[in-house]
């Protein structure tokens, strides 16, 4: 709309001052149209404020999305803690005595494989001939 009220107005200016030579303008077209440098900055500054804008709002999105995803995953935990404590009240120590168990194999067996593990008596002193 400002656009076509800007030609208008430009149009009847160049008709009127046409006139006053004795020329009459049927239709007049603008085809060449350039800015000044202080305008060209200002659509400059204006597009980067914009896009610091834009980039401020990514950040302000990506810092509530993270919340969410920590309010969600520490509900989730909070939910696992609660049916492990009711497990627990359930079954007794057995569950925490068999999840020993089952770290203690799977750590002998990686030390059994290991080529850097030594077995030693407990009782016998085998380094250097030294009593026990």
Known sequence: KQWYQRRVRVADELTRRAETFGIYLDDISITHLTFGSDFARAVESKQVAQQEAERSRYYVEKAEFEKEAAII????????????????????????????????????????????????????????????
């Open 73 to 132: 995953s520490a509900e989730g935990d909070a939910e696992a803690a609660k049916m492990l404590s009711v497990a627990f009240d359930k079954v007794g120590d057995s569950l925490i005595e068999l999840r020993k168990m089952e770290a203690a194999e799977e750590i002998a067996n990686n030390l059994a494989s290991s080529r850097n593990v030594v077995y030693l008596p407990k009782d016998k002193g085998m380094l250097l001939n030294l009593p026990a």
